[in-house]
Each structure stands twice: as structure tokens, then as C-alpha cells.
């Protein structure tokens, strides 16, 4: 295994930074103020459509795109170290184009679209002209195991009528939200219950898609993102707007997943290494009991063991990214299941002792911590919980280990 990253990665990587150190962390105080006082907590803010612009003449647009011609076309191990960068700041990444639901969204439409799907939905997403959002979790339905959805995509002539209750489907109260990719089941009586689902392409103002409520999230409403709970009745598309073929949708939402989960885990450790030098600078700049936090054993120990733990999960998000980009999605199940555990488990922890060393102000929106934290703990839940990644690797190690049957 080689992690290096080649003179191009490690260029942009400069240039990256580079925006985030002059644009970014200078305007996120106008982001909080501008956000503070909108009217409208859903519209966008000019501050980031402003940068976007600048990122955008910068060459730094579409980073994640792995086709070369509408993208950067880098692997899964180039981009690791660019969405770290951004991941430093949880708004950061829709600067970029770079944001879910949106980059997940473009890679199944590059991958299972039409050349109609893709003129229509995929090029407006690739220049940041609209944005989408990904209908898949259900309220009445422990939606850890997939194959429980109960959205029905009924075939009435040569359309679809989607019937279904929908939830945490980020990015869908933005006024630029076009488009539902939504999974339901188009064969419910199939036994092959991983051949039952398939996906849809919605138009968000289609007649029968109501938006129930945003969600909060840990006492925040996440906006101007936030998550929705949506209902459709009678929802009727054409039939040319199903993506790839009847009962693939729980392919398509895997391979949409892998990558998915990998970017989540890149970015929170950006978010880790923010969490971190907050820490170390609090450190040396409070004393108690007579002398500096940086020179009281318990600061520096917490300090020495979150190096530790962003190192590990560094380390193991690269080896998961290489065997991506070298073994393909599917060989690299374990190793997408450990990353998806144990990044927001690391950040989780330096984030929290990173509000412990600010004390109370720590649980303020002063430093941003607890806007961390809440990125980070939702994270353990979102694109499957802890319980159902730890399970997959077990099995997994099990299976390596299955003892031999003796000769007879």
C-alpha cells in the first residue's frame, strides 16, 4: 500500500487550503451573523453562493467527480486529503459543489442515468444550478435494514405512482431542491427480497410531495441543509424516469453508500483536526490551579491520545480509499464498515474533550464545538448505525476464520 499523493493532489491540496485559510475561515463569522438573521432560515446564503463563485473561477469545483471531463477525475485516495480540508468546516464542502446529498446523487446518476437523465438532472447538479436530495429512511420502518422500505412504485401504464413516507432527507427544505432520487419497492412479493426495490427520479414539485416538517437535530434545525419528513401520494412519474433497471434500486443505493459513507469519514476528520488545535490553543491560553492547562497532566495526556486516534482513523480511511480505487466498492466492504465506526467515534471523543477544555463556553456556539459534536454524533447514525457496520465485520472476521471440516 502506497499513500503518497502525487505532485497534482499535493498542489491542489495547496490551493485548496489556500481558499479555505483566505475565504472560508475569515467569512464564518458573516456566515453565522448572515444566518442569525435571515428571515427565511432555507434560502442560501449570499455568502456562500458568493465563494462558490470564487471556487469555481479557481478551479476548485466538482472535486469528488471521478470523470475527468466534468470533474477532477481523482481516485478515492486522491480525494481523501481535499475533503479532510474542507471537512474542517462543516459548511464548507457545498463551496466546492462537494456536499452531500448532492455528490452521492451525481455519482449514481453518472453511473446508472440516461444521456435524457443525466442532460436533465446531472449537468444543472455538475454546474451547482439546482440541488437534489435522497429519499430512502422511513419512520415507520427500522430503516438499518434496507430491504424493510415500504414506499410503493406502482407501474400504471407507462408511468409510475409513488406512494410513501419519507424521512431525514437532507437538503430538501433548499428552495433549489429539484429533485427527489427516491427508493421504494416496484416487486414486494419478489423472494429475492434485495431485487424488490428500485429508484425514481422525482421532480420536487411534482403534485402529491408534501413536506410534512424539517427535523431537528439535537436541538438544532441544521439549517439553511436541514432534513426533512416528506409524504407522496399519488405521486406519478413517467416511466423513463426510473434509474437503471426494475429491482436494482438496492444495488444502486449501495454503490451510492460506499463512496457516500468513505466522504462522511474523510471530512470528519477535518472536523477532528479543527476540534483538536481548538484544544491545544485553549490549553496554553487558560490557567487553573496556579498554572497553564497545557502543563496539567490530564491536558496533555487527553491531548497525546487524540493525536493517536486521528492518526489510526486517518490511516484506516486511506486503506479503505485504496481498496476502493484498487479492489472496487464490494472488496472493500470491511474496510468502508470499520472507517464508517470508528471515524465519527474518534471525532466524537476529541470533540468532546475539546469542549471539556473550554468548560462552559465550550457548550456555547462561541468556538463551534457543539456544532462539531452534533455533525459528528449524527454521523453514528447516518448511512447505517455502528451496530450494523460492527455486525457486518464481525460476520466478516468470523467467516475468515470458519473452521476446517475434517477429512473423512
Known amino acids: ?36 438573521a435571515a428571515a427565511d432560515r432555507w434560502r442560501p446564503l449570499s455568502i456562500v453562493e458568493r465563494l462558490k463563485g470564487q471556487a469555481r473561477a479557481a478551479g476548485l ?34 463551496v466546492f459543489n462537494c456536499s452531500a446529498p448532492d455528490t452521492g446523487n451525481m455519482e449514481i446518476l453518472h453511473r446508472f442515468g440516461t444521456k435524457e437523465q443525466q442532460d436533465q438532472w446531472l449537468e444543472p447538479l455538475l454546474a451547482g444550478q439546482i440541488r437534489s436530495c435522497f429519499a430512502m429512511t422511513e419512520p415507520a420502518q427500522a430503516s438499518s435494514d434496507a430491504t424493510n422500505i415500504q414506499a410503493a412504485i406502482r407501474s400504471d401504464g407507462d408511468s409510475y405512482v409513488i406512494d410513501g413516507h419519507k424521512w431525514w432527507i437532507s437538503g430538501a427544505g433548499d428552495p433549489r431542491c429539484r429533485l427527489i432520487i427516491l427508493m421504494g419497492k416496484t416487486a414486494p412479493d419478489l423472494p429475492d427480497r434485495y431485487r424488490q426495490q428500485s429508484m425514481v427520479l422525482i421532480p420536487r414539485d411534482s403534485p402529491g410531495v408534501t413536506v410534512k416538517r424539517m427535523l431537528p437535530v439535537l436541538g438544532s434545525d441544521d439549517a439553511p441543509h436541514g ?99 484498487t479492489a472496487g466498492t464490494k472488496a472493500a466492504r470491511r474496510e468502508i464498515a470499520m472507517i464508517k465506526v470508528a471515524a465519527p467515534a474518534m471525532a466524537c471523543q476529541v ?58
Open 1 to 36: 500500500m502506497d499513500f503518497a499523493h502525487s505532485e497534482r493532489v499535493e498542489a491542489l491540496c495547496r490551493r485548496l487550503s489556500a481558499f479555505m485559510e483566505t475565504e472560508v475561515y475569515p467569512n464564518e463569522a458573516t456566515y453565522a451573523a448572515e444566518l442569525a
Open 61 to 94: 469545483w466538482n472535486l469528488f467527480f471521478p470523470d475527468p471531463v466534468r470533474g477532477m477525475g481523482l481516485s478515492n485516495l486522491d480525494y481523501a486529503p481535499l475533503a479532510e480540508i474542507m471537512g474542517a468546516v462543516p459548511w464548507a464542502s457545498e
Open 227 to 325: 432534513h426533512a419528513e416528506i409524504t407522496f401520494e399519488q405521486v406519478r412519474v413517467p416511466a423513463q424516469n426510473r434509474l437503471g433497471g426494475k429491482g436494482e434500486g438496492f444495488a444502486i443505493a449501495q454503490a451510492r453508500l460506499g463512496p457516500g459513507r468513505i466522504h462522511h469519514c474523510m471530512r470528519v476528520i477535518g472536523l477532528a483536526e479543527r476540534a483538536l488545535a481548538a484544544m491545544c490553543r485553549r490549553a496554553h491560553d487558560r490557567q487553573a490551579f496556579g498554572r497553564p492547562l497545557a502543563e496539567q497532566g490530564v491536558s496533555i495526556e487527553r491531548v497525546g491520545q487524540a493525536r493517536l486516534l486521528i492518526e489510526q482513523a486517518r490511516l484506516l480511511v486511506l486503506r479503505a480509499a485504496w481498496m476502493m480505487d
Open 351 to 408: 470533540i468532546d474533550w475539546a469542549i471539556q477544555m473550554h468548560g462552559g463556553a465550550g457548550l456555547t456556539d462561541d468556538f463551534g464545538l457543539a456544532e462539531m459534536w452534533r455533525v459528528a454524533r449524527s454521523l453514528r447514525i447516518l448511512d447505517g448505525p455502528d451496530e450494523v457496520h460492527r455486525y457486518q465485520i464481525g460476520r466478516m472476521e468470523l467467516a475468515r476464520h470458519r473452521p476446517f471440516a475434517p477429512n473423512r
